[in-house]
């Protein structure tokens, strides 16, 4: 990998492992510490996703905009400030505006961390998305793990943890991220771009792929919502339910010599990839339904994380092959913003469905969603198919 990449990778860990103190335990704070309803502590994290998805827009088009650089640095000085007045405002209301301009400016940053490590090593492919999908479960694994543990002395030293981490993380892009050299012609104007008739063919076939990543978003985020309450109700230790997470991302790095002659073999059809990744989610939520142990869901957990490694670093490499030169923030922001609006509509939805009819009857949901996706999948690119017949003739 180029050094250039390396320093995006070491940098995504940070900055994961700083927001993984928090986030697994978002919902309990609120619930636990500030007193609040479980409703009201998803209307929050509702909010977080909301502005995440506004920041990972406004990350794609500063990235086309103004380089990578200065759209990192943005999204970085705006949680930075945020993370740094939750170590002093952290009651309620002052939490829910604080959590929404994380969402925000964290959501800056995604995207252009994606966007320029294609850039830095076009060549490399998915070699380039796998390797900071990889600094992200990094990130996870190790900040899931600390989070739990620096928490059973204070919330406080949570706070502290996500403020330092940043810091770092603010260092690292300051000295290192300015003097990173894009691919000649990486970034044209967005005029020279506007208006080619296969730029729009190719538009809409991300948008018809990020329909299907939705739904894979919208199953999985059932993991950090009414699954994890699920735990708790059948009396599996909180301590438990972290280690869940910082298996799924241990597994993510130590499992891909695993995954790897996989991945090379539909390394030019990743459709199949996404497709097969999607049918192992299936099987994972079959497993949770009839989980009633922690070893029953520990063993979801690993048939999940497998799927998780097919599909998620696929979407964005397609939607890199998909990006006109100049646009490839701007697409990056979308695939993105389709995690982050499934993470939005993924706790309500499941919390509907759970309140209404229970456990058992989500899952079945959730598989047939997931076998909607797969026909998505399939499908995706139909629009450039029939743009390149129309060429033809």
């Keep these: 990998m180029p050094r250039a990449l390396w320093f995006l990778v070491i940098g995504m860990a940070i900055n994961v492992t700083g927001a993984s103190f928090l986030w697994p335990l978002n919902t309990i704070y609120i619930s636990g510490e500030l007193g609040k309803s479980l409703t009201t502590a998803g209307l929050v994290l509702m909010a977080n996703a909301g502005a995440s998805v506004l920041g990972n827009l406004l990350g794609g088009v500063l990235f086309d ?16 400030t945020a993370v740094g007045g939750l170590m002093i405002w ?36 998915r070699k380039a998305f796998n390797a900071i999908y990889l600094a992200t479960n990094i990130g996870v694994a190790a900040g899931a793990a600390m989070g739990g543990f620096v928490a059973s002395f204070s919330f406080n030293y949570i706070f502290i943890a996500n403020f330092v981490m940043y810091v770092i993380f603010f260092l690292i892009a300051l000295l290192t991220y300015k003097n990173i050299e894009l691919q000649p012609n990486i970034q044209t104007s ?30 999985y985020v059932q993991w950090q919502s009414t699954i994890a309450d699920y735990t708790q109700r059948i009396n599996i230790p909180l301590e438990l339910y972290s280690v869940l997470w910082t298996v ?7 499992g891909q010599p695993l995954i790897k002659p996989i991945v090379k073999r539909f390394e030019h059809n990743l459709k199949i990839q996404m497709a097969i990744g999607t049918v192992i989610f299936m099987v994972s939520f079959a497993v949770t339904a009839y989980a009633g142990s922690f070893q029953g869901f520990l063993a979801a957990m690993i048939i999940l994380t497998i799927g998780e ?27 993105n913003s389709t995690a982050t609006g499934g993470r939005m509509i993924g706790p309500l939805l499941g919390g509907i469905m759970v309140d209404l009819y229970g456990m058992t009857p989500l899952f079945f949901l959730l598989i047939g969603l ?9 499908i995706y690119d139909l629009p450039l198919k029939k743009k390149e017949v129309e060429a033809a003739v």
Excluded: D
């Design 90 to 125: 952290h009651e309620w209301p002052h939490y829910v505006f604080i959590m929404i301009f994380i969402g925000f400016g964290s959501g800056i940053v995604f995207p252009s961390m994606y966007a320029m490590a294609g850039s830095v090593w076009p060549e490399g492919g």
């Design 65 to 80: 905009k103004i380089g990578g650089y200065r759209s990192i640095m943005s999204g970085i000085l705006i949680t930075l």
């Design 190 to 219: 967005v005029l020279q771009e506007r208006g080619r008739i296969q730029s729009k063919a190719a538009f809409t076939s991300l948008l018809i792929l990020c329909g299907a990543y939705l739904l894979c978003w919208v199953g």
């Design 309 to 335: 490694m097919l599909i998620w670093p696929a979407v964005p490499t397609i939607a890199s092959r998909l990006a006109p030169k100049g646009r490839e923030g701007f697409y990056q922001g979308v695939v």
């Design 370 to 378: 997931l076998v909607i996706s797969i026909g998505i999948t399939f």
């Design 248 to 254: 799924n991302g241990l597994l993510i790095v130590a």
